[in-house]
C-alpha cells in the first residue's frame, strides 16, 4: 500500500490524509450517470418528438438487439465509474508530522508525487471562489517552500481549506519548535 | 405472445450473431484489462487494503453481471 512504498521516518506520524471534496466526483459521476440513462430517456421521448415515423414497431423487432447495445454502453459507464473514483481516491495530501505529500493521479499512467519537509514551509495561501466553494467550503490550497528552487505545492477543490492551513501550520511550528529543542516532543506542543 | 428478442431477421441486417459474439469478447477483453489496471493502482497506491479489496470486489462483480447479461441477450436473440 501506499504509506509502505513511501517509507516513513521512524517517530513520522500520519496526521490526517485529505482528498478532494467530495463534490468534485460528486458532479463528474451525476454527468456520467445522465449519459448512462440517456438511451432510456430517448426510448421515452422518440415516440413523441417524431410522429411521422412509427418508432414504436421499431424498437419492438430490434428490442433484443437495443439491449444488447444499451447494456455495452452501460459496462463502458460503469469503467468509466471506476476511472472517476481511481481518480479521486489516489489524487490526495497526507499530511504528516515531519513532511507533506501531495500525490497528483492523472488518469492510470501519470502519477506526480512531491513531498516537502515542514520546517521548508514558508507560506501558505487559500483561496476559495465561487459560490459552490463557499457554501460547501472547499478550495485551492497552496504551500511555498523555502530553499533554492522556492518551489510550490497547490492543489485545487480541498475541502475546509482554512482547517487544513491551520492544521499545517501548527504541525510546522511544533517541527520547528522539534528541531529547535529536540528533548520536547512535538505532538506535546501541536496539541494534535 | 411474439418474442420480440427472436424477432430479428439476421439475413437482413448487418448484425449478425458473429458480429454479437465479437462485440462480447471485445468488451470482455476491454474490461478485464481495465479491472487488472484498476485493482494494481487500488492495491499499490490505496492508503487502506481493506477499502481497496471491497471496492475492487465491487467493481469486478458488477462488471461480471453486465458481461453475463450481455450472454443472456444474446442467446436469446441468436
Redesign the interface.
Known amino acids: ?3 509502505e ?1 513511501i517509507q516513513l521516518e521512524t517517530d513520522e506520524k500520519i496526521l490526517l ?1 485529505v482528498r478532494k471534496h467530495w463534490f468534485i466526483p460528486f458532479t463528474k459521476i451525476f454527468a456520467l450517470a445522465s449519459s448512462a440513462l440517456l438511451p432510456l430517456l430517448l426510448y421515452l421521448l422518440l415516440p413523441t418528438l417524431i410522429t411521422t415515423i412509427d418508432t414504436t414497431s421499431f424498437v ?6 437495443l ?2 447495445f444499451y ?2 454502453w ?3 459507464h ?2 468509466a465509474l ?1 476511472n472517476i ?2 481518480d479521486y ?2 489524487d ?1 495530501w ?1 499530511i504528516t508530522s515531519r513532511r507533506i505529500i501531495a ?1 497528483d ?1 492523472q488518469g ?1 499512467f501519470r ?1 506526480f508525487l512531491s513531498s516537502f519537509r515542514l520546517e521548508r514551509l514558508q507560506d501558505m495561501n487559500i483561496s476559495v471562489k465561487g459560490i459552490i466553494p463557499t457554501l460547501l467550503n472547499f478550495g485551492t490550497i497552496e504551500a511555498q517552500t523555502a530553499g533554492g528552487s522556492n518551489e510550490e505545492f497547490k492543489t485545487a477543490n480541498m475541502p475546509d481549506p482554512r482547517g487544513l492551513k491551520a492544521l499545517i501550520i501548527s504541525a510546522a511550528d511544533a517541527r520547528q519548535e522539534q528541531i529547535n529543542n529536540p528533548n520536547v516532543t512535538q505532538q506535546a506542543h501541536a496539541g494534535l | 405472445m411474439k418474442n420480440p428478442l427472436a424477432s430479428i431477421d439476421f439475413k437482413a441486417s448487418l448484425v449478425t450473431p458473429e458480429v454479437l459474439w465479437l462485440g462480447f469478447f471485445v468488451v470482455t477483453l476491454v474490461f478485464t484489462i481495465h479491472a487488472l489496471v484498476v485493482m494494481y493502482h487500488w492495491l499499490t497506491y490505496g492508503t487502506n487494503k481493506n477499502f481497496s479489496f471491497t471496492a475492487i470486489l465491487i467493481y469486478i462483480g458488477g462488471g461480471a453481471l453486465f458481461l453475463l447479461s450481455l450472454l443472456i441477450i444474446i442467446f436469446a436473440i441468436t
Open positions: 500500500m501506499l504509506f512504498q490524509v419492438d423487432i430490434y428490442a433484443g438487439l439491449i444488447y447494456v455495452i452501460l459496462l463502458l460503469w469503467i471506476a473514483l481511481t481516491y489516489l490526495l497526507a500525490i493521479q492510470f502519477r
